[in-house]
């Protein structure tokens, strides 16, 4: 009775872990996919033209950091407050996030419009590479005006019940970018051939109507609503958690988007032949990624509301089963990832007209490269994004990655790349290093179970702690 009692708990989480990983994973598997359409319908127009927009995007993906970072910190509040059913404060958590994601989107749509060359030279010294990257910049500013909204909305709707419905906004955002970037890219069915200021703008429009759809949810919902008056309303003690929990995700993923810069700087002084295969090798991996990426964050939603329901025994069995998950998961994701090698390889060679040997040659190593990265990485994602993060321990994160990759990874792949002259591809394996080196030091802490705490308030208002 008592193993039948097991078991069905057992498949009860299986089957609420994969309601809440489909959707996410399917959505990330879209989002990937754009980026793949911008690869192969720039490396359509040239091996520059493909270069110039894997630099360019390097803001945005910064941009997309520090957002992520804001998410994060209301994902495991909100997650906390919806298992109690305390659906009032999840709407101050949200007012809350925006009134941080809102100038900063600000901010950084004002940089692109206006100083996109400087933007560029900080990833390039080749004025071909800067000058195509700056256009693109102009024509995607406006893309990340809207960013800071939807992502925010769009947070919430996961960790309020909404994550089918919200995944599907994200989808047929997805779709229309990829829809429009055939259109402008190569002026079809009458619209004007843009290059990849077409892809630029594709964005932009894909992103507006995202932000549209999150106002029309806005509209129908009766619950968890986006309340303006909310937005000027303080809320000292509910602002102090979220600052408390959120400060270090944002910091750490301010880090970790300065360091994936970094990235960009190193690789993109190594040569366009490297900047390209990175481009392509990059898009598979985000695509190999995308199960990987759900299974982190959908299992942090579920812990997430297990604890702030303190039922404790029950999330510390289910982090266990989210471990053992995530590395079966990230061990898969590499399989395929060298199984679809040679095909990706192919169509690269196919698709991209002038490539060049050398960065066929760097494709191919890189794609072998990726796929152990994808164990630690899906590691490393359930571990900080997910189990540390549902509970609030959020500091370790940050720390981890600050030591992990600015005193390690990147002095190391500084030092091989402009002081030793290291090969190419000894640098790139460098730099991918990072999401092995800080395991052990992850398992430690998992192992201290300081994450298995409820981190909410009586007070819908931010009252007096429930601990």
């Known amino acids: 009775m008592n193993r039948q009692a097991k ?14 990983v489909l959707p996410m994973a399917a959505q990330n598997l879209m989002t990937a996919l754009v980026s793949a359409a911008d690869t192969i319908m720039s490396g359509r127009l040239g091996q520059a033209e493909l270069s110039a927009i894997s630099l360019a995007t390097r803001i ?34 949200q007012a809350i996030a925006l009134r941080y994601t809102l100038p900063l989107s600000l901010l950084f749509f004002t940089v692109c419009l206006f100083l996109p060359g400087p933007v560029m030279r900080l990833f390039t010294d080749d004025e071909a590479l800067v000058g195509l990257g700056s256009g693109y910049l102009r024509y995607a500013s406006l893309s990340y005006l809207f960013l800071g909204f939807s992502q925010v909305v769009l947070t919430v709707m996961k960790n309020s019940g909404r994550v089918s419905r919200s995944s599907v906004y994200g989808t047929l955002t997805v ?29 932009s429009i894909s992103r507006g109507v995202e932000a549209l759809l999150c106002l029309l949810e806005n509209a129908r919902q009766k619950t968890v609503l986006l309340r303006p008056r909310l937005l000027l309303e303080r809320m000292p003690k509910l602002e102090k958690d979220f600052w408390h929990y959120s400060w270090p995700l944002i ?27 990175h481009s392509v090798a990059n898009i598979v991996k985000d695509c190999c990624d995308c199960v990987g990426g759900g299974v982190g964050i959908g299992g942090g939603i579920l812990l997430g509301n297990e604890l702030g329901r303190d039922e404790f025994a029950r999330a510390r069995r289910d982090g266990r089963r989210l471990v053992v998950l995530s590395l079966i998961v990230g061990v898969a994701a590499g399989l395929v990832l060298l199984a679809v090698s040679p ?13 060049t040997e050398a960065a066929q040659g760097y494709l191919r190593a890189m794609l072998w490269m990726c796929s152990y990265y994808m164990i630690g990485r899906t590691l490393n994602t359930m ?40 090969p190419p591809l000894l640098v790139y394996f460098i730099l991918y290093l990072d999401e092995f080196t800080k395991i052990p030091v992850e398992i430690h802490n998992y192992r201290k179970y300081n994450w ?9 208002a931010g009252g007096e702690s429930a601990q």
């Open 60 to 93: 945005n993906f910064f941009q997309s950091f520090l957002v992520f970072g804001v998410t994060a910190g209301i994902s495991a509040m909100a997650a906390q407050y919806w298992g109690k059913k305390d659906t009032d404060t999840v709407e101050r958590i």
């Open 251 to 277: 910091a750490n993923c301010a880090a970790w988007g300065g360091g994936m810069t970094v990235y960009s700087v190193v690789i993109g002084h190594l040569g366009s032949d490297m900047v390209a295969a």
């Open 452 to 460: 298995l705490r409820n981190i909410t308030r009586e007070s819908a």
């Open 175 to 203: 779709v229309l970018n990829i829809a429009l970037n055939a259109l402008m890219i190569f002026g079809l069915l009458g619209f004007p051939k843009m290059g990849i200021r077409g892809a630029a703008l594709a964005t």
């Open 343 to 355: 095909l990706v390889i192919l169509l690269a060679r196919a698709l991209m007209s002038d490539m």
């Open 383 to 422: 571990l900080i994004n997910g189990i540390f993060s549902a509970g609030g321990d959020t500091e370790f994160g940050f720390w981890c990655d600050l030591a992990n990759l600015w005193g390690l990874i990147i002095p190391a792949a500084v030092l091989a790349a402009f002081v030793f002259g290291a």
């Open 7 to 20: 078991q069905t708990g057992k498949d009860s989480f299986y089957g609420r872990l994969a309601r809440m």
